[in-house]
């Protein structure tokens, strides 16, 4: 059985990718309203790391898909090779 984790423990955590990069930090998470599903993170990009930059944004926000989540605890690690630029 997976662990669970409070949604409200995410909000501020690190989004950090699996090779070290800080690409931001974690505002919200959209869930699918039919499925129940988690679907994508939403954070604000640390503009000092230039892969973030590149980022397409949404009012200020950078979107990953849920899929990309590696593990979360202290951060939350994706797989960059999902980051859409």
Request: glycine fraction near 8%; hydrophobic fraction near 40%; proline fraction near 4%.
């Amino acid at each position: 059985m997976g662990k669970f984790v409070i949604a409200k423990q995410l909000a501020g955590k690190r989004i950090i990718t699996n090779d070290g990069e800080d690409l931001g930090k974690l505002v919200d998470i959209t869930v699918n309203e039919s499925s129940g599903k988690l679907e994508s993170l939403l954070f604000e990009p640390n503009l000092d790391n230039p892969t973030a930059r590149k980022l397409k944004r949404e009012e200020g926000l950078a979107r990953v898909p849920y899929e990309a989540v590696l593990a979360a605890s202290d951060h939350m690690i994706i797989d960059k090779k999902h980051v859409g630029y």
